[in-house]
């Protein structure tokens, strides 16, 4: 409980965190916001690490005159589509292993083919959507590598998530960050993203439950 309560109070105080790593590596400081986008997109075991809180600050931290916005933003966007490139990967060659056996009832072949056509069916709109979804930003490239959705497909929408979220994230602390009353109330600006951006998750899993007992 420990390491999750740490974690929480990182991202509510990644204004403080991110200006002591501006301080103490400098321009290093880019390098390090390049690792923690794309292990956060690209590896199934580091969902938990800041994304959209971390996108808001450096947006703020730009304004200021901190960051470079342009640097900023190429180099998350790119981390962004890499991790998410890197996830797919993973996702395509653990699926052939995992349901290679036939009398298996979770990794069942049927199982994977029905993956396959929904990502086919909807992929776009999962990988678009998942974007803005922490957690699920994680696991979907991922299980779109094992449902072997196409990756030029996949490559295409993952840009344009990319865009979109590291583009509103970005943008929203550039031109409000430094308000003073955002400033003054950083954690709660970043508790409301939180809490705004897990929403949607919830409803839809509280919705799917009610469905299956209704079923």
């Not at 301080?23 to 800041?50: H, K, M, N, S």
């Not at 295409?156 to 990319?162: H, P, T």
Request: positive net charge.
């Amino acid at each position: 409980m420990s390491f999750f309560r740490q974690i929480l109070d990182i991202a509510l105080h990644i204004d403080q965190q991110l200006d002591r790593i501006i301080q103490t590596y400098g321009a290093g400081t880019y390098g390090l916001l390049f690792v923690i986008i794309f292990c956060e997109t690209g590896l199934v075991v580091t969902p938990f690490l800041p994304g959209d809180s971390l996108l808001f600050a450096v947006g703020a931290f730009a304004a200021r005159g901190s960051l470079d916005l342009g640097t900023s933003f190429g180099l998350l966007m790119l981390a962004s589509i890499c991790g998410d490139s890197t996830n797919y990967l993973i996702g395509s060659r653990v699926g052939p292993a995992v349901f290679q056996k036939k009398d298996s009832r979770w990794f069942n072949p049927e199982h994977l083919e029905r993956a396959h056509r929904f990502y086919e069916t909807y992929g776009a709109k999962t990988i678009i959507m998942a974007r803005f979804l922490p957690i699920l930003r994680t696991f979907a490239p991922f299980v779109a590598g094992i449902a072997r959705m196409g990756y030029p497909r996949f490559l295409a929408y993952s840009v344009v998530g990319a865009l979109s979220w590291v583009g509103l994230f970005v943008l929203a602390g550039y031109f409000f960050g430094n308000i003073p009353i955002v400033r003054d109330n950083f954690s709660i600006v970043i508790m409301a993203i939180i809490v705004i951006s897990v929403v949607p998750a919830i409803a839809h899993f509280l919705k799917s439950r009610r469905q299956t007992a209704a079923g």
